[in-house]
């Protein structure tokens, strides 16, 4: 997807001045891409309805998806929402860093309405990302941030997918270079007595688990729906369909067909002639995770007629991977999802 150059977003680099300035539009209701540890985030005022319902237009997304809140500290993130036990322990744990919580809404809470799709419940943050903290800090409000891409699409890890992605509806990118993690928070949902997992991310489950002293919750299987895509999803924004490059891609690849793309792990990536790209020659999941959507993005501009993807351990962030490859498998080589085409 090409975005005429006049129609591009300005990039900067994240001097004070631009913080100050990303800090300043946001206040004034405008949209800013922000680079996280995880992906680039396209950020809104969470506290004003206008600047949040301008997300969901640019990004297409239906209102119906929940966004996440992000907050520089977590004495901000606890104005927002109500910790139990279990979710001030997942806090102190993992923030800042790639883990959401969602929990009820606070009495008092300033977020817009339209932020949480009419839910009881928020989802909140507190990024592990100096830029990200500090235009928190600048804006002065909790900032309600998706991953800064059309809907359906790959997420972006770089500033320079924010501006081929989204356009001119974003007044300005702050450029952190490429994100450390490379794949979504990890999404969990805490009540009263669950820890449900509604994401796998960069914070694996294990971890949790460790922290929690028992297994996590998991909200699919308690209600008995076993299929790749529960009537409710649980999170609404796990649809199966998502990630989803324009070439079609196949999974556990063992061979590569003429011609065929290939996204390999490991020391062995599997000969023929085509593009390849290896996530980690020497089998490591955070590099792995840390290269899966650019290199997804590169090989569906290939021009190669499929993407084979070679088997992914599914242990530690292994699950986070092997999850984003099995949706972007599912909704690939379709029409663009409703409302991702580029508005002129
Ligand atoms: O790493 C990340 O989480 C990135 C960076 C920018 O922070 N953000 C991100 O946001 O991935 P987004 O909007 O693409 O994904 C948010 C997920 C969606 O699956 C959404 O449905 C879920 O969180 N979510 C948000 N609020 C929720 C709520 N109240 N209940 C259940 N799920 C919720
Ligand atoms: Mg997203």
Redesign the pocket.
């Known amino acids: 997807m090409t975005t005429p150059s006049t129609h591009r977003p300005p990039i900067e680099p994240p001097s004070p001045e631009a913080v100050a300035e990303a800090g300043r539009l946001l206040r004034a209701g405008a949209l800013v891409g922000l680079p996280?540890e995880?992906?680039?985030?396209l950020a809104a005022d969470a506290t004003q309805g206008e600047a949040v319902a301008r997300i969901f237009k640019a990004k297409g997304r239906p209102r119906f998806?929940?966004?996440?809140v992000?907050a520089a500290d977590h004495g901000q993130a606890q104005g927002l929402g109500r910790f139990s036990p279990a979710a001030m322990r997942l806090a102190e744990a993992f923030w800042p860093g790639?883990l959401?919580l969602?929990v009820p809404r606070a009495a008092e809470s300033p977020v817009a309405d339209l932020v949480?799709a009419g839910?009881e419940?928020?989802?909140l943050?507190v990024?592990d990302h100096a830029v990200a903290r500090s235009v928190i800090k600048a804006a002065g409000r909790p900032l309600a941030?998706?991953?800064a891409n059309p809907s359906g699409r790959v997420?972006p890890t770089t500033a320079e997918h924010v501006a081929q992605g989204l356009g001119p509806a974003v007044s300005l990118i702050l450029d952190g270079g490429p994100c450390r993690v490379g794949l979504?928070?990890t999404?969990v949902?805490v009540d009263a007595t669950q820890v449900s997992l509604?994401?796998p991310?960069?914070v694996p489950r294990a971890h949790l688990e460790e922290v929690l002293g028992r297994p996590l919750d998991d909200p699919d299987r308690a209600a008995g729906e076993q299929g790749p895509e529960p009537a409710r999803p649980a999170?609404?924004?796990?649809l199966l369909k998502h990630y989803a490059p324009a070439t079609p891609v196949r999974l556990e690849a063992t061979h590569r067909a003429p011609g065929e793309a290939v996204l390999a792990f490991g020391p062995a990536p599997l000969a023929g002639d085509g593009p390849t790209i290896n996530l980690s020659a020497r089998g490591d999941l955070a590099e792995a995770a840390a290269h899966l959507f650019a290199a997804l993005r590169s090989l569906d501009a290939s021009g190669a007629p499929g993407i084979a993807v070679m088997q992914i351990p599914t242990d530690g962030l292994g699950e986070a991977i092997t999850d984003r490859l099995r949706r972007a498998a599912a909704g690939s080589g379709e029409c663009p999802a409703p409302g991702t085409r580029q508005k002129p």
């Open positions: 996280t995880t992906v680039y985030g998806n929940p966004l996440i992000h790639p959401t969602v949480t839910l419940t928020v989802a943050r990024p941030a998706p991953s997420s979504e928070s999404v949902a509604l994401r991310g960069g999170s609404p924004g796990m």
